[in-house]
C-alpha cells in the first residue's frame, strides 16, 4: 500500500503524465490516484451506515420506521444485552453457533436475535437495515482480531 | 495513557496499598453447593423450568448478634405488562421465592432500576408484584426509576432514598447513588422522556458520569457512622459500585475517592450493589464489594476493569431468558459468617473454564456515535 502511493506520488512529481503511465501501468489505467475528497466520500458512506446501524442497534424507533423493519417487540433492544456491541463477538463469525445448532454467519446471529430474544421479525439477508447493523458492529470492534470458528 | 488508565493507576495508588485489606478475620471462601430445596421437588420444577440450579455463596465472618438473613433484588427494570411480560415474569417468580425461604428472611432490600422508564405505570406494576412479599421491604434507587419525573413518584412511593437503620448488631445504610447526574437536559430543553432515554442508555454518551454519591450525602454518611464502634460490621446498599470499575457505564461512582475517606476508619464494610447485572466481586480498601445479579437481563462485563478478585460468572445462553439472571440471599448465621448466596435461574453461575467466560476472547471496543450531540 504504501510503495505504490509513493511512486505515483514521485512521478507525478518528477515526470509527465506519458512516463507515469508507462511506468506505472496497470495500476493506474483502472483509476485516477485516490484523493483525500475522494477517501472522505466513500468514509461518509461507511460512516452514515454505521451511524443508521447504531441506532438500530440502539432500538430508535424513527430509524426502524425509516427503514420498515420491527426489530423488537419486547421492548429490548440489541445494546441491552450488548453495550458497545460488547459480546457479539462479530470477529468469531462463521463459526458453528449452539443457540441455532447451525453452522452460523453474523447475519444469521443478528435475525437469531432478532426473532428470540427480541421477539421482532426477521429482515433480509440483503436488505439495508442488515448492512448497517453490520457496519455498526464490525466499526464498533474496530481492532479486534479475527478469530473465526472460536466458541 | 488514557484517562481511564490514569484513574487506575489512581485508583491502584490510593487504595491498594500494601497492608490494607479488610479486616483479617473475615475471610472469603467461596463454596458452590445444590441447595436443599432444589432436590425437593426437582421432578415438578424440572418439568416447568428445566430448573437445576446450583446455587454459589460467598461467606464473609461477621460479628451478627443473633443470626439472620436478608434477601436482595434488584434491576427488574419492568415495562408495562402489555409490552414485556418476561420481566413480569421473572420478578413475580423472585418475589415467590423470597416470600417462601424458610425460615424467613428478616427483610428484603430492592436495590434499584424497579421500573425501566421511570413511569409510574412500571413503578406501581413492581409495587404490586412486591406485595406477594410481606416482609419488610426497603428501596434504594436505580437510575431508570429516576429521570422521568426527577424521582417524583418513587419518592411517593418509598420515600427517603438514602437511610440507615441498625438490625441485630449490623449497621445497614442505603445510598442513593443515582439522582445527583448532571443537567445535560436544561440546555437542550429535553423532554422528560429524552432524557429518561438518554439515562436508561448503559452505553450512551449524553448522560455522562452521572453515578455519584455527593458531598451532601457523603456529610450524611459519615454523621450516621460517628457513633457506630469501627470494629462493627456496616453493610452499604447502593445502586451502583461504590468503586470505579467502568466509567463509560456508570459501573462506578465518580466520588469513590470521598466515598473511601468516609469509610476508611470502619474495618468491616460490606458494599452490595445492583446496576451491573453481573457476578462481581472486589476489595477496594477496608471495603469488601459484592455485585448482584438482575431479574432482568445480564449485563456483559465491560472491556476492561473486572475486578481481578472476581470469579466470572458462566457466558449466558441468549435463548434462555431465565439464564444468568436471579436474585440473592444474604446470611449471617449464628458462626458469625455473612453468606451472600447468588440464586441463579438455571445453569451455574461461575464459569468453569476459560470458554465459559466471554472475556475469553478479546474484543476491542468503541464508544456509540449516533447519539452525540455535545460539540466535542
Ligand atoms: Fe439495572
Ligand atoms: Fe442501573
Redesign the interface.
Known amino acids: 500500500m504504501t510503495a505504490p502511493i509513493t511512486w505515483s506520488f514521485t512521478l507525478f512529481r518528477a515526470a509527465p503524465a506519458v512516463a507515469l503511465a508507462v511506468l506505472v501501468g496497470p495500476a493506474v489505467a483502472h483509476k485516477d490516484p485516490v484523493t483525500p475528497q475522494l477517501l472522505n466520500s466513500y468514509q461518509q458512506v461507511f460512516?452514515e451506515q454505521?451511524?443508521?446501524g447504531?441506532?438500530l442497534?440502539?432500538g430508535?424507533a424513527a430509524t426502524e420506521e425509516a427503514m420498515g423493519v420491527v426489530l423488537s417487540k419486547?421492548?429490548?433492544a440489541c445494546?441491552?444485552?450488548?453495550?458497545?456491541?460488547?459480546?457479539t463477538?462479530p470477529?468469531?463469525f462463521p463459526k458453528f453457533q449452539a443457540?441455532m445448532a447451525k453452522f452460523a454467519t453474523l447475519r444469521d446471529m443478528i435475525n437469531w436475535?432478532i426473532e428470540?430474544?427480541n421477539q421482532g421479525e426477521k429482515i433480509a439477508d440483503d436488505s439495508e437495515a442488515m448492512k448497517a447493523l453490520e457496519a455498526y458492529i464490525y466499526?464498533?470492534?474496530?481492532?479486534?482480531?479475527l478469530?473465526p470458528g472460536?466458541? | 495513557m488514557s484517562e481511564l488508565e490514569r484513574d487506575r493507576h489512581e485508583i491502584a495508588a490510593v487504595l491498594q496499598q500494601p497492608g490494607v485489606r479488610p479486616d483479617p478475620s473475615l475471610r472469603i471462601t467461596r463454596r458452590t453447593f445444590v441447595h436443599k430445596s432444589c432436590l425437593v421437588g426437582a421432578a415438578t420444577v424440572a418439568e416447568t423450568f428445566a430448573w437445576w440450579p446450583l446455587l454459589n455463596t460467598l461467606d464473609v465472618a461477621y460479628a451478627a448478634e443473633a443470626p439472620f438473613k436478608f434477601a436482595w433484588i434488584s434491576d427488574t427494570h419492568l415495562?408495562p405488562k402489555s409490552?414485556?411480560t418476561?420481566f413480569v415474569e421473572k420478578t413475580v417468580r423472585a418475589a415467590k421465592e423470597v416470600q417462601a425461604m424458610s425460615p424467613p428472611a428478616d427483610f428484603l432490600i430492592f436495590g434499584g432500576d424497579l421500573a425501566?422508564l421511570g413511569k409510574v405505570e412500571e413503578l406501581e406494576l413492581g409495587v404490586e408484584i412486591l406485595k406477594e412479599i410481606n416482609i419488610r421491604k426497603v428501596f434504594i434507587p436505580g437510575e431508570h426509576d429516576w429521570y422521568l419525573d426527577m424521582g417524583k413518584k418513587w419518592g411517593e412511593l418509598f420515600g427517603q432514598p438514602n437511610w440507615t437503620f441498625d438490625h441485630k448488631g449490623v449497621r445497614f445504610v442505603g445510598l442513593d447513588t443515582v439522582s445527583r447526574g448532571p443537567d445535560y437536559w436544561t440546555a437542550k430543553k429535553m423532554s422528560p422522556e429524552e432524557r429518561m432515554g438518554h439515562m436508561a442508555?448503559?452505553?450512551?454518551t449524553v448522560a455522562g458520569p452521572w453515578a455519584g454519591v455527593g458531598r451532601d450525602q457523603l456529610d450524611w454518611l459519615q454523621k450516621t457512622l460517628s457513633n457506630w464502634d469501627q470494629n462493627r460490621p456496616v453493610v452499604i446498599f447502593s445502586h451502583n459500585p461504590l468503586y470505579e470499575y467502568y466509567p463509560?457505564?456508570n459501573f462506578w461512582v465518580r466520588d469513590w475517592r470521598e466515598v473511601n475517606e468516609v469509610l476508611k476508619p470502619y474495618t468491616k464494610v460490606t458494599n452490595i450493589h445492583g446496576h451491573t447485572h453481573q457476578v462481581l466481586y472486589n476489595e477496594i480498601g477496608t471495603m469488601r464489594s459484592i455485585g448482584m445479579l438482575a431479574t432482568s437481563?445480564?449485563?456483559?462485563?465491560?472491556?476492561e476493569g473486572v475486578p481481578k478478585l472476581t470469579k466470572p460468572m458462566i457466558r449466558v445462553?441468549?435463548?434462555d431468558?431465565f439464564d444468568g439472571v436471579g436474585w440473592a440471599k444474604i446470611d449471617v448465621n449464628a458462626q458469625d459468617k455473612v453468606e451472600a448466596e447468588y440464586v441463579m435461574w438455571r445453569k451455574q453461575v461461575f464459569a468453569q473454564s476459560p470458554?465459559d467466560y466471554?472475556k475469553s476472547?478479546?474484543?476491542?471496543?468503541?464508544?456509540?456515535?449516533?447519539?452525540n450531540i455535545w460539540p466535542y
Open positions: 460512516m454505521v451511524r443508521k447504531d441506532l442497534f440502539h430508535d419486547t421492548g429490548m445494546a441491552m444485552c450488548h453495550p458497545m456491541t460488547a459480546d463477538h470477529a468469531t443457540q436475535c428470540k430474544p466499526w464498533s470492534q474496530s481492532g479486534t482480531v478469530n472460536k466458541f | 415495562y409490552l414485556n418476561r425501566q442508555t448503559l452505553d450512551g463509560p457505564w437481563w445480564p449485563w456483559p462485563y465491560a472491556p445462553d441468549p435463548g431468558h470458554d466471554a476472547i478479546p474484543e476491542v471496543l468503541r464508544a456509540r456515535i449516533a447519539d
